[in-house]
C-alpha cells in the first residue's frame, strides 16, 4: 500500500495522511538531510523562497533541492505512466451537441523545450484532461495536485487541424444549409493556438473579416477601415460597409483569411501585439438565389482576444464574460441576454437568439508549467459554458 501512496496524492485531505504515511518521505527527508550539509545556508534559503515553480528559471535551483523537489517532481509526472491513455481516435462518434464545448493543447514550442519546461498537462482520453499543479506544502516540500476536467473532446499535442475540425467545425457546416447559424470560438491566453486552430479549411458563398478591437469594428479585407455598428427597431445588427467577398473554392477562403491576418498583426510583434487584445470574426455567409440581401445561414468564426490580461484587459474581459452568459442562454428559453454589453456579443445577437443555432467553443492550453495558473482559469471558464464537471482525479 505503501508504494501506492508515494504517487503523487490527489485531495487535500489524502495528501496529508498520505504523505506521513509514506516511507518515501522518511527517505526524502534522509536524504534532504545530506544534502542540507552540503549546500551553504544562503543558497538554500533562496531557493525555498523562491520556489522551483514560480517564475524563475527553475532550473537554477537544481544543485541544491535536487531529490527534495525534482526528482519528487518527475516522480508525479511519471504518474502519466500508470494512466491508460486512450486519446481520441477517427473512430470515436461525432456527438451532436447544440453546445459543445471541447478543449486543445498544443505541443511545447522550442523555447519552451529550450528552457526545459516541464509539461503538466495530460490528455488521458477522448474527453479528459488533467492539470498536475505544482503545490507547495507548508513544510515547503513540493507536491503536484491533480485536477481533472471533462469536455466534450479533449484535443492533445499530437491531434492535427483537420482531426479539430472534424469534431468541432464540420459536425456545424449542415446548420447553416439548413437555415441556421453556426459559431465556432477559439478561446485561450495568447500563444496557445487560438489563431492556429481557426487557419483551417471551408468552402461556401461569401465571406467578411472583421476586428473588434477596444469596443471599436475594424474592416480587415479593407485597410481596416472603422466600421459603425447599427441595430435596427427588430434588434438586427448590422456592421455597416463590411466587405464580403464572394468566394468560390477553399482557396479563395483561404487567401481570405490570410489577407485579413496579415492586416492583423502587420507591425506588431508576438507578446504584447494588437492581436493579442482584439477579437476577430471571420464570416462565411450563405445567401438565398432570389433575395441576396437575406442571409440563409451563417457561420461565425472567432479568434478571441487573449483572456490573461487583468484590469488591462476590463473591456476583454466585459466581452468574454458576456459572452460566456449568452452562450450559456442558448440552452435556456426566455434567458436575459446581455448582448449590449460588448460589441462581440452585439454583433453576434443573431447567431445566439436563432431558432436554430448552433455553438462550439475550443479552450486552448499552453501545456508549459508556467502557464498553469492561465490554463487553470481557462478551463474553469470553458466548464462554465457548460457544465460537465470534472473533479480530483482518483488514484489507484
Ligand atoms: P494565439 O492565437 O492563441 O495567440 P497562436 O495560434 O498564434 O496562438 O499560436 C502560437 C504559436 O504556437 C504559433 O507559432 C503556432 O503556430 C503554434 N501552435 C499553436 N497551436 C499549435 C499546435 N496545435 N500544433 C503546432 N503548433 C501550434
Ligand atoms: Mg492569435
Not at 447544440?98 to 474527453?127: F, G, H, M, W, Y
Not at 484535443?155 to 469534431?167: A, K, L, Q, T
Not at 455597416?240 to 467577398?245: D, F, P, Q, R, S
Request: hydrophobic share 35%.
Amino acid at each position: 500500500n505503501d508504494t501506492k501512496e508515494s504517487n503523487i496524492p490527489t485531495s487535500r485531505t489524502n495528501t496529508v495522511q498520505n504523505l506521513r504515511r509514506s516511507n518515501v518521505v522518511k527517505e526524502v527527508e534522509k536524504l534532504k538531510k545530506e544534502q542540507r550539509r552540503a549546500a551553504t545556508e544562503a543558497g538554500r534559503r533562496k531557493s525555498r523562497e523562491r520556489g522551483i515553480f514560480t517564475n524563475g528559471p527553475w532550473k537554477s535551483t537544481l544543485g541544491i533541492i535536487k531529490y527534495d523537489t525534482n526528482h519528487r517532481f518527475f516522480r508525479g509526472l511519471e504518474y502519466r505512466r500508470g494512466l491508460d491513455i486512450k486519446p481520441l481516435s477517427e473512430h470515436d462518434a461525432i456527438e451532436d451537441h447544440l453546445i459543445t464545448v471541447c478543449v486543445r493543447k498544443r505541443p511545447l514550442n522550442k523555447r519552451e523545450a529550450t528552457r526545459k519546461e516541464v509539461d503538466v498537462i495530460t490528455i488521458p482520453s477522448k474527453n479528459q484532461l488533467i492539470v498536475h499543479e505544482p503545490k507547495n506544502k507548508v513544510d515547503l516540500t513540493k507536491y503536484l495536485e491533480n485536477q481533472l476536467f471533462r469536455f466534450d473532446y479533449a484535443f492533445d499535442e499530437s491531434c492535427s487541424n483537420e482531426m479539430v475540425y472534424r469534431y468541432t467545425a464540420q459536425p456545424l457546416i449542415k446548420t447553416i444549409f439548413e437555415g441556421g447559424f453556426a459559431t465556432c470560438f477559439a478561446y485561450g491566453q495568447t500563444g496557445s493556438g487560438k489563431t492556429h486552430t481557426m487557419g483551417g479549411d471551408f468552402n461556401v458563398v461569401s465571406a467578411s473579416f472583421f476586428e473588434i478591437y477596444s469596443g471599436k469594428v475594424f474592416d480587415l479585407l479593407n485597410n481596416k477601415a472603422k466600421l459603425r455598428i447599427l441595430e435596427d427597431g427588430k434588434q438586427q445588427v448590422q456592421v455597416v460597409g463590411l466587405t464580403e467577398i464572394v468566394v468560390t473554392n477553399t482557396d479563395d477562403v483561404l487567401k481570405l483569411i490570410q489577407k485579413g491576418n496579415q492586416a492583423r498583426t502587420s507591425g506588431q510583434t508576438f507578446a504584447n501585439s494588437n492581436s493579442s487584445r482584439s477579437h476577430a470574426v471571420f464570416q462565411i455567409f450563405l445567401r438565398s438565389n432570389n433575395n441576396m440581401t437575406k442571409i440563409h445561414g451563417k457561420f461565425s468564426l472567432i479568434d478571441l482576444a487573449g483572456n490573461e490580461r487583468g484590469m488591462e484587459g476590463a473591456e476583454i474581459n466585459k466581452s468574454l464574460l458576456a459572452l460566456k452568459e449568452c452562450i450559456r442562454a442558448l440552452g435556456r428559453k426566455g434567458a436575459h441576454l446581455p448582448f449590449r454589453v460588448s460589441k462581440l456579443t452585439q454583433v453576434l445577437r443573431d447567431s445566439f437568439v436563432g431558432s436554430n443555432s448552433r455553438t462550439c467553443m475550443i479552450a486552448m492550453i499552453s501545456p508549459g508549467v508556467n502557464s498553469c495558473e492561465h490554463s487553470l482559469n481557462t478551463l474553469r471558464y470553458a466548464d462554465r459554458v457548460k457544465e460537465l464537471g470534472g473533479g480530483d482525479l482518483q488514484t489507484n
